[in-house]
């Protein structure tokens, strides 16, 4: 059964960086970030697929890499030069599917999301 089981995040002043990890389960062919914001949808930030292949949102590209130890199936998020807009609950999410897709809506399993809090 697939699942994933974020870690990380907390409380950062703006500027200062964060890495959020999440260990995954099961057959995984996909997986990304996604965050939501308050009184805001959640929106796709990050994927990677088993091809090493990437896509960001345009928001976060140049801030935050999204990476992968494929012997510990972790999924890594590093972010960088964080800003208060950045501030939201991120979720890990993972697929079976090797399409990736930063689609919110798309079928992904889902972590139980860990709080970003950036202030300024």
């Known amino acids: 059964q697939v699942h994933a089981v974020e870690s990380g995040g907390g409380s950062v002043q703006a500027g200062g960086s964060l890495r959020l990890s999440c260990v995954s389960f099961?057959?995984?062919?996909?997986m990304g970030w996604f965050r939501q914001a308050p009184g805001k949808e959640r929106e796709g930030v990050a994927t990677?697929?088993?091809?090493?292949?990437?896509a960001y949102a345009d928001s976060v590209k140049g801030q935050f890499t999204i990476s992968r130890d494929n012997a510990k199936n972790t999924l890594y998020l590093q972010m960088t030069s964080l800003k208060p807009e950045d501030t939201a609950v991120y979720y890990c999410?993972?697929?079976?599917?090797?399409?990736?897709?930063?689609?919110?809506?798309?079928?992904?399993?889902w972590g139980q999301g860990t709080q970003v809090t950036v202030s300024s």
């Open positions: 099961g057959n995984v062919r996909c």
């Open positions: 999410a993972a697929r079976t599917s090797a399409s990736c897709t930063l689609y919110s809506g798309a079928n992904y399993y």
């Open positions: 990677l697929d088993t091809r090493g292949r990437t």
